[in-house]
T-cell receptor, first 111, second 115 residues
Framework: AQTVTQSQPEMSVQEAETVTLSCTYD???????LFWYKQPPSRQMILVIR??????QNATENRFSVNFQKAAKSFSLKISDSQLGDAAMYFC????????FGTGTRLQVTL | KAGVTQTPRYLIKTRGQQVTLSCSPI?????VSWYQQTPGQGLQFLFE???????NKGNFPGRFSGRQFSNSRSEMNVSTLELGDSALYLC??????????????FGAGSRLTVL
């Protein structure tokens, strides 16, 4: 069975600083997709960034970037220049025929 | 472009009752998938529908069922409600589901409380 592990239940970062959220996954598949979703208090899940497993290049979306290590089955999210609006729950997710989520990391952004 | 709409946003039921939740996908999206989010179990996949057919199913008892209509709107039903069914139920839509680089767009969820 596919599992996704987020070992950091909570993280805190100061505004304008950089933070990295960790995610590891377990799979025997070779073709899959990885995602980071953000869930603010409004509850709506918002896609932050995605990575195709067959691509070696790490995905980047503005201040958000990933470090994808396929052999290590690791998929961490780096948020640069953190903003107050980044405060939310962040979920790592793995997808083949269904979407499997990690348990989430609550990110606090302080002044 | 309208997003994914879930109704109702909040509802309270008692044990033994049944509930129906609705999800209207983004126009042109033919896949709708459902997820249950609880503090204890996190986010769990319930099922996915595409063109009125269930394509994938998670590990939930038969009390949880769903359907999709010809306009791609989907409903999920939970019968004989239990306290443990209290959760946020999220639906997501996409053009073709879990294939390729499809991106899922989520609704704001329906918060179900079972008393």
């Amino acid at each position: 069975a596919q599992t996704v592990t987020q070992s950091q239940p909570e993280m805190s970062v100061q505004e304008a600083e950089t933070v990295t959220l960790s995610c590891t996954y377990d799979t025997s598949e070779s073709d899959y997709y990885l995602f980071w979703y953000k869930q603010p208090p409004s509850r709506q899940m918002i896609l932050v960034i995605r990575q195709e497993a067959y691509k070696q290049q790490n995905a980047t979306e503005n201040r958000f970037s990933v470090n994808f290590q396929k052999a290590a089955k690791s998929f961490s999210l780096k948020i640069s220049d953190s903003q107050l609006g980044d405060a939310a729950m962040y979920f790592c997710a793995y997808r083949t025929r269904k979407l499997t989520f990690g348990t989430g990391t609550r990110l606090q952004v302080t002044l | 472009k309208a997003g994914v709409t879930q109704t109702p946003r909040y509802l309270i039921k008692t044990r033994g009752q049944q509930v129906t939740l609705s999800c209207s996908p983004i126009s042109g999206h033919r896949s709708v998938s459902w997820y249950q989010q609880t503090p204890g179990q996190g986010l769990q996949f319930l099922f996915e529908y595409f063109s009125e057919t269930q394509r994938n199913k998670g590990n939930f008892p038969g009390r949880f069922s769903g359907r999709q209509f010809s306009n791609s709107r989907s409903e999920m039903n939970v019968s004989t409600l239990e306290l443990g069914d209290s959760a946020l139920y999220l639906c997501a839509s996409s053009v073709t589901g879990f294939a390729g680089a499809n991106v899922l767009t989520f609704g704001a969820g329906s918060r179900l409380t079972v008393l």
